[in-house]
């Protein structure tokens, strides 16, 4: 396990997702209903760096260069194909913590 210390809880806004860089990885970050989610920020279609900037729909998100969209809560493609990269998540004292040695799905 490999936690690292990505944002603070507040920095988070509900429904926004956040780039940061961490431990060599370019993270993803989304607050949808008060769960954290963490993938990678490249999306499974070209692999463009350009995940935090999708449009959430509930947990659903979608990328905005073409149009792929991700179930946040699965990985999973809704609309394309592929599978999100994601870390688990542990949100403690207002902190976020994610692991990136170990891919959730
Ligand atoms: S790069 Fe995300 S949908 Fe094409």
Redesign the pocket.
Known sequence: MTEHKVATLSSLRENKGMRVLSGGEEIALFKINDHVYAISNF?P??H?P?LHDAVSDGTVIT?P????SFDLSTGNAVA?SGKLRMFPVRVSNGDVFVDLNDDAL
């Not at 260069?65 to 792929?68: D, L, T, Y």
């Open positions: 999306c279609h070209q463009i350009k990328c260069m073409h149009g792929w394309g």
